[in-house]
């Protein structure tokens, strides 16, 4: 038995230790319980001594017992206790070999644990700020109160192509008189105390856009100083860039309005019709500048519409489109009325005087339509305005310049007329810079189909309408020639909705001449007429055609024509018909 009497000067001594000390005998009962186990615990020693530690400390009880079974020593065992946590370290007394208590020497660890956590929470936030610094795109560097550096990122050794190893630890006077920055900020923030910003340019040239901040302590005092560095020289780069991507944004843009204002051109232009087509790219590469144009095609094809169009894709669209009609003024008025004339002039002008027509289309467009009608006279001074861009009034030696395009247009054959002494050839080769040819609607049959929905959806809105073509009214009116082209084209589709009593236009209902056309193979003219070669053509191109028609297919009728499949076929396509355009030309109606 363990007698705790006994031990004399040994009851000071573990009065005075600085850990907490619990002695139980072989019982359990609480014979040793010092000044730091009480301190720690909040017991006083008569609630203590000569108690079973189950009573004062439960959870410990289990672990002495076992010791006292066992004599197994029980190091760093945590235990709440009295409302704190400590670590025992627990061992068996022992007395002549046997068993006769517990020592348990513990101390409290609150204080430390709180301490471990606020440590983690330092290392975890030491963590964060070391992965965000070092995340910086912008170079960061720290210096404390005597400019030497403490702390550089990755992203500002980057800039300044050096190791972290040489720098650190360095002050930033030695860095710029070693030549590795022209200035510091550092040094301008110490100098002033206050935040400064400036342009830094490294050994390598590089620039930087540098800006310095103090930190202060808490007595007011520098304590650090953190410099943020944006590498300008990427920036310019990222500049550079992005005025490229706008100049190709605005270029892709300016693009995408011209097709956009060509599709709206192209539509005003109803064509399908290779040959129309290929007129019509030459006339928008045309109107991006100011050559000369001459439009030649016989009255009624658009030569006025395509004139119109080239106005409207130039880059004279805003200003005037001046249309002249030549054949249409008197030959005594034409000078007058096309260059215009002083107060005067001549008998019945104007007291005011009056500008012509170059002068009225000043920023703009010129169209001299039928200029072929022009007198001689008139065409030289028409050559001079050409050359030298200058007018002269009538009644006037003073030149006038006018800044104007000018475009001409002529159903007759000016290279003839040149030959009989008609049309000057000068002004004829000044006029044909850019020569358009529009071919006659007889041969682009292609075009007459939309054509005719074109008219039909026009006129259909203008009379309040809903009338349909039927395919052979269709098919006639393919087989017409139309001499008056496209214009008579126009006046026969508003007729026909205008007069035709069904809501679908059938073949009586159109004109005799076009009910009574025939297949057109090739172009008419006085020598074709008599042309037995031609006539031959014509009338297997008849025969064919009614053939299909009758029978439905190619095969079916070359059979009943006596003729082989491929006989057939290469008669269409030397005449130039087509097969699908003759069995299934569809109605045409208002959409």
Same mark, same amino acid.
């Given at each position: 038995?363990?007698?705790?009497?006994?031990?004399?000067?040994?009851?000071?001594?573990?009065?005075?230790?600085?850990?907490?000390?619990?002695?139980?005998?072989?019982?359990?009962?609480?014979?040793?319980?010092?000044?730091?186990? #009480?301190?720690?615990?909040?017991?006083?020693?008569?609630?203590?001594?000569?108690?079973?530690?189950?009573?004062?400390?439960?959870?410990?009880?289990?672990?002495?017992?076992?010791?006292?079974?066992?004599?197994?020593?029980?190091?760093?065992?945590?235990?709440?206790? $009295?409302?704190?946590?400590?670590?025992?370290?627990?061992?068996?007394?022992?007395?002549?070999?046997?068993?006769?208590?517990?020592?348990?020497?513990?101390?409290?660890?609150?204080?430390?644990?709180? +301490?471990?956590?606020?440590?983690?929470? /330092?290392?975890?936030?030491?963590?964060?700020?070391? =992965?965000?610094?070092?995340?910086?795109?912008?170079?960061?560097?720290?210096?404390?109160?005597?400019?030497?550096?403490?702390?550089?990122?990755?992203?500002?050794?980057?800039?300044?192509?050096?190791?972290?190893?040489?720098?650190?630890?360095?002050?930033?006077?030695? +860095? =710029?008189?070693?030549?590795?920055?022209?200035?510091?900020?550092?040094?301008?923030? !110490?100098?002033?105390?206050?935040?400064?910003?400036?342009?830094?340019?490294?050994?390598?040239?590089?620039?930087?856009? =540098?800006?310095?901040?103090? =930190?202060?302590?808490?007595?007011?005092?520098?304590?650090?100083?953190?410099?943020?560095?944006?590498? !300008?020289?990427?920036?310019?780069?990222?500049?550079?860039?992005?005025?490229?991507?706008?100049?190709?944004?605005?270029?892709?843009?300016?693009?995408?309005?011209?097709?956009?204002? +060509?599709?709206?051109?192209?539509?005003?232009?109803?064509?399908?019709?290779?040959?129309?087509? #290929?007129?019509?790219?030459?006339?928008?590469?045309?109107?991006?500048?100011?050559?000369?144009?001459?439009?030649?095609?016989?009255?009624?094809?658009?030569?006025?519409?395509?004139?119109?169009?080239?106005?409207?894709?130039?880059?004279?669209?805003?200003?005037?489109?001046?249309?002249?009609?030549?054949?249409?003024?008197?030959?005594?008025?034409?000078?007058?009325?096309?260059?215009?004339?002083?107060?005067?002039?001549?008998?019945?002008?104007?007291?005011?005087?009056?500008?012509? /027509?170059?002068?009225?289309?000043?920023?703009?467009?010129? +169209?001299?339509?039928?200029? $072929?009608?022009?007198?001689?006279?008139?065409?030289?001074?028409?050559?001079?305005?050409?050359?030298?861009?200058?007018?002269?009034?009538?009644?006037?030696?003073?030149?006038?310049?006018?800044?104007?395009?000018?475009?001409?247009?002529?159903?007759?054959?000016?290279?003839?007329?040149?030959?009989?002494?008609?049309? #000057?050839?000068?002004?004829?080769?000044?006029?044909?810079?850019?020569? !358009?040819?529009?071919?006659?609607?007889?041969?682009?049959?292609?075009?007459?189909?939309?054509?005719?929905?074109?008219?039909?959806? !026009?006129?259909?809105?203008?009379?309040?309408?809903?009338?349909?073509?039927?395919?052979?009214?269709?098919?006639?009116?393919?087989?017409?020639?139309?001499?008056?082209?496209?214009?008579?084209?126009?006046?026969?589709?508003?007729?026909?909705?205008?007069?035709?009593?069904?809501?679908?236009?059938?073949?009586?209902?159109?004109?005799?001449?076009?009910?009574?056309?025939?297949?057109?193979?090739?172009?008419?003219?006085?020598?074709?007429?008599?042309?037995?070669?031609?006539?031959?053509?014509?009338?297997?191109?008849?025969?064919?055609?009614?053939?299909?028609?009758?029978?439905?297919?190619?095969?079916?009728?070359?059979?009943?024509?006596?003729?082989?499949?491929?006989?057939?076929?290469?008669?269409?396509?030397?005449?130039?018909?087509?097969?699908?355009?003759?069995?299934?030309?569809?109605?045409?109606?208002?959409?």
């Amino acid at each position: 038995m363990l007698d705790f009497e006994k031990l004399g000067p040994m009851r000071e001594l573990l009065e005075a230790a600085h850990n907490g000390v619990v002695i139980v005998d072989h019982e359990g009962v609480i014979l040793v319980y010092n000044r730091a186990a #009480r301190n720690i615990a909040g017991w006083r020693p008569e609630e203590v001594l000569g108690r079973h530690i189950e009573q004062m400390a439960p959870q410990a009880w289990p672990g002495m017992k076992e010791i006292l079974i066992h004599g197994r020593p029980q190091p760093g065992i945590k235990v709440a206790m $009295g409302g704190t946590t400590i670590i025992a370290n627990r061992t068996a007394i022992r007395q002549q070999g046997k068993i006769v208590g517990v020592l348990s020497i513990f101390q409290d660890v609150s204080e430390y644990e709180n +301490l471990a956590q606020e440590l983690e929470a /330092y290392k975890e936030l030491s963590e964060q700020l070391d =992965v965000i610094i070092e995340s910086s795109h912008d170079g960061l560097w720290i210096s404390d109160a005597e400019g030497k550096v403490v702390r550089v990122n990755q992203a500002s050794l980057r800039f300044a192509g050096v190791k972290a190893e040489e720098v650190i630890g360095r002050s930033m006077e030695d +860095l =710029v008189a070693a030549g590795q920055f022209d200035r510091s900020a550092t040094l301008e923030v !110490l100098k002033h105390g206050t935040a400064v910003s400036l342009v830094q340019t490294q050994h390598d040239g590089k620039q930087l856009m =540098v800006t310095g901040n103090p =930190v202060y302590d808490e007595n007011g005092d520098i304590r650090l100083v953190v410099v943020n560095a944006r590498d !300008l020289t990427a920036l310019n780069n990222l500049q550079a860039e992005l005025e490229e991507s706008r100049v190709l944004t605005q270029h892709y843009r300016l693009e995408l309005s011209q097709l956009h204002r +060509l599709q709206d051109l192209s539509s005003q232009l109803v064509m399908r019709s290779a040959a129309m087509l #290929r007129v019509f790219d030459t006339a928008m590469r045309v109107a991006q500048v100011d050559s000369s144009v001459l439009i030649v095609g016989e009255s009624g094809v658009g030569k006025g519409l395509l004139a119109k169009v080239i106005h409207q894709a130039s880059p004279r669209q805003e200003g005037p489109l001046v249309r002249v009609d030549c054949g249409g003024i008197p030959a005594s008025l034409i000078e007058a009325e096309l260059f215009g004339y002083e107060k005067g002039a001549f008998t019945g002008a104007l007291e005011s005087g009056k500008p012509g /027509y170059f002068e009225l289309a000043q920023g703009g467009t010129l +169209l001299l339509d039928e200029v $072929g009608e022009l007198p001689l006279g008139v065409q030289a001074k028409l050559l001079r305005f050409l050359e030298d861009n200058e007018v002269v009034r009538v009644g006037s030696t003073t030149p006038r310049r006018i800044d104007v395009r000018v475009m001409a247009a002529t159903n007759r054959d000016l290279e003839e007329m040149v030959g009989a002494g008609q049309f #000057r050839q000068d002004l004829y080769f000044r006029l044909k810079v850019v020569p !358009l040819n529009l071919p006659p609607l007889r041969q682009r049959v292609e075009d007459i189909p939309p054509l005719i929905s074109h008219f039909l959806d !026009l006129f259909n809105q203008k009379c309040n309408a809903d009338k349909k073509l039927s395919p052979a009214a269709v098919d006639c009116l393919c087989r017409y020639p139309f001499p008056g082209n496209v214009r008579e084209l126009a006046n026969l589709v508003e007729q026909l909705v205008v007069l035709t009593p069904g809501e679908v236009v059938e073949v009586p209902d159109l004109p005799q001449p076009v009910r009574e056309a025939q297949p057109r193979l090739e172009a008419d003219s006085p020598a074709g007429q008599w042309s037995l070669p031609r006539a031959v053509a014509r009338l297997e191109g008849e025969m064919i055609a009614k053939a299909l028609k009758t029978f439905g297919s190619q095969r079916e009728a070359a059979k009943h024509l006596g003729i082989d499949h491929s006989t057939i076929s290469r008669k269409l396509k030397k005449l130039g018909l087509d097969t699908v355009d003759i069995l299934h030309r569809g109605v045409i109606k208002h959409q």
